[in-house]
């Protein structure tokens, strides 16, 4: 069974929305969404873990 089956979700929605962002706001939407999501991953996974470690997001599967 697969460790993470929400992140495929994840991705695709996020996928969207910079999408969508590119779309009716430019380039300077794109970023700024593309920005903030990032900002939102590392505060995230800081007030999940409690330490910023990403090595788990990174590492092969075998």
Same mark, same amino acid.
């Given at each position: 069974?697969?460790?993470?089956?929400?992140?495929?979700?994840?991705?695709?929605?996020?996928?969207? #929305? /910079? +999408?969508? @962002? $590119?779309? =009716?706001? *430019?380039?300077? !939407?794109?970023?700024?969404? %593309? #920005? /903030? +999501?990032? @900002? $939102?991953? =590392?505060? *995230?996974?800081? !007030?999940?873990?409690?330490? %910023?470690?990403?090595?788990?997001?990174?590492?092969?599967?075998?």
């Amino acid at each position: 069974m697969n460790a993470y089956p929400i992140w495929s979700i994840v991705g695709l929605t996020y996928g969207t #929305v /910079l +999408g969508l @962002a $590119g779309a =009716f706001g *430019g380039l300077g !939407a794109f970023l700024l969404v %593309l #920005v /903030l +999501g990032v @900002a $939102g991953l =590392f505060v *995230g996974r800081v !007030a999940e873990a409690g330490n %910023l470690d990403m090595s788990d997001l990174f590492a092969r599967r075998r």
